[in-house]
């Protein structure tokens, strides 16, 4: 089909670059013109002698009627070259050898089936192969900002789920921990800078995030991420007991509806699986059918295979209405919450995703770390 096309267009442009060496010229036109030019020079001498122009108007009119001669005589030599048979046979051939010479070059370095190529702004050339902008950039410009704005929460999230997809973790940590100096009295910050450290070790509690963890303990002892990031470095160390206990105690002060609760109920069983105790399932992963009510006294009378086949169809009935109500962030969240618990990996993964992009999108600070926080535990999990 393409080459049909330029076979098209070659003999269209060669039809458009010999017409005019074929078509008959009127041999009579440069004459004509002449005789033209001349009895307006007459002209000009009449009208200097009866005074009706001076001698420099004059002058510059014959000057730009002997210009004219000049250019009549210059286009009645091409004339009379084209209309000799020799220099319309070299015309002709002189045209269909420019337009094989470039037939047969486009046939040797050509490639009509490459895609096209759309102009990129110099600055975005960085990103070929991605769509959007240069995210190294916008990370920069991020930096700047908040350098300057280092209590800005919302651009320090923004840039903590940059940093692993562009290998930025360190900048991260500089940049946090110069903010840290900046405002040594605020805790939020110094946990963003605890967390910069333990997303700097790949997940694990480092010394220096242990100690990042000792400074927000200063600052704010209840803050239930240090307490989930603690009973963290315990399983790390082996302390599974004691790991325990810090997270039940966190999830005994959790408010019922916190996001985190889930994360935490996850470790819990982790724990108690190294520790070869029986785990608690389901009675406080926050489904509706809760311990004290009818059904989960029916579902707690059931037999093993009864009860989580009851739990699966409960928390499918949840997936489904979720579906439909894509906003409900506390919906999502007991979804993700449920879908961890009966060991859906995947399925937890994408309604913990869901969750983050709906806390960011209406700038909700903990059900964003607790989404976030529930993704990395997924995954070192994995």
Known sequence: MIWGALLFLTVLTLCFALYPLLRREDGQAGPDRLEVFERQLQE??????DGVIDAAEAGSARLEVKRRILAADREAEER??????????LLVLGAVAACLAGTLLYLDIGRPGLPD???????LRDQAGKDGPDLNTLVDRLMVHLADNPEDMEGWQHFRRAAPALDRQADLARLLLEATRARPENASLAMLYAESLILLGEGRITPA???ALTRVAALAPDMPALSYYRALGMIQNGEMQAAREELRSLLARSPADAPWRGEVERQIVRTERALGMASGGMASGGMASGPGSEAGAAIAAMSDEDRQAAIRTMVEGL????????ENLEGWQRL???????GEQDKAVAA????????????NAEALAAASAALQGLQDGS
């Open 319 to 326: 997936a489904a209405r979720m579906e439909g109500e894509p």
């Open 117 to 123: 190529d759309p102009y990129q702004a110099p600055g």
């Open 352 to 363: 913990w995703t869901h969750v983050r992009d709906l806390a960011d999108k209406a700038g």
């Open 80 to 89: 009379t070259l084209k209309s000799s048979p020799r220099g319309r046979r």
């Open 336 to 342: 993700a919450r449920a879908w961890q618990v009966l």
């Open 44 to 49: 000009i001498d009449r009208d200097e002698a």
């Open 209 to 211: 995030a242990d100690l």
